[in-house]
């Protein structure tokens, strides 16, 4: 059996038991999806990767309180959470003081350098960012961790403290505010995205 072939909890099991250099198995499956959800907190780049960072270190530290009552992505979305709320409490911003127009010119701005190719590709994901953000934070969770997070109701209900029904009906109707959204916002770039 390869290193590769090893599941979360036996990686978990063999870095407790001191093979630490397993931990870089766990970063690297995860990277991707804790950026992710860091940047739904912070919409500044450098932020979310010094946050991402930080994550990766606290989650080290605490990988002896991690159970496996749950998959290892939903406790971690825990530790996410807490560092970001950190974060943003040292930095004195609220999760949510952006402002749609802020959030919207930011998005112009950081796409003005970039190829026409990397546009149209980063332009998509921006698109639908920017109209996550532009949700109540508790719609965009839903939506964050149930299509980019991957997670599936019950852990979506766990994390939230919510019944896995009630997660369901809320999610649809946060799918409907997030479609109201790419409508009202950015009609123009949907019409162009549904032609391609």
């Known amino acids: 059996m390869t290193h590769t072939e090893f599941n979360d909890t036996e990686i978990i099991r063999r870095i407790l038991q001191g093979e630490q250099a397993l931990f870089a198995q766990l970063v690297d499956r995860y990277q991707q999806y804790v950026f992710t959800l860091v ?3 912070t919409d500044n780049r450098e932020d979310a990767e010094e946050i991402s960072q930080d994550v990766f270190v606290k989650a080290y530290r605490s990988l002896a309180d991690f159970r496996g009552e749950s998959k290892f992505s939903t406790w971690l979305y825990t530790v996410v959470r807490t560092s970001c709320i950190t974060f943003l409490r040292k930095k004195k911003l609220a999760t949510t003081s952006m402002d749609n127009e802020r959030t919207l010119a930011q998005l112009e701005n950081k796409e003005s350098g970039f190829s ?3 546009i149209e590709q980063k332009s998509k994901h921006a698109m639908v960012n920017a109209a996550i953000r532009l949700l109540s934070p508790d719609d965009g969770q839903l939506i964050t ?15 939230m403290g919510l019944d896995p029904n009630t997660v369901k009906v809320k999610l649809h109707r946060a799918r409907n505010r997030l479609k109201e959204k790419m409508e009202k916002h950015f009609s123009y ?8």
């Open 39 to 41: 940047l739904r907190f």
């Open 116 to 118: 026409a190719n990397t």
């Open 145 to 159: 961790l149930f299509y980019k997070g991957e997670q599936t109701l019950e852990e979506i209900g766990r994390i």
């Open 189 to 196: 770039e949907v019409q162009e995205l549904s032609r391609d």
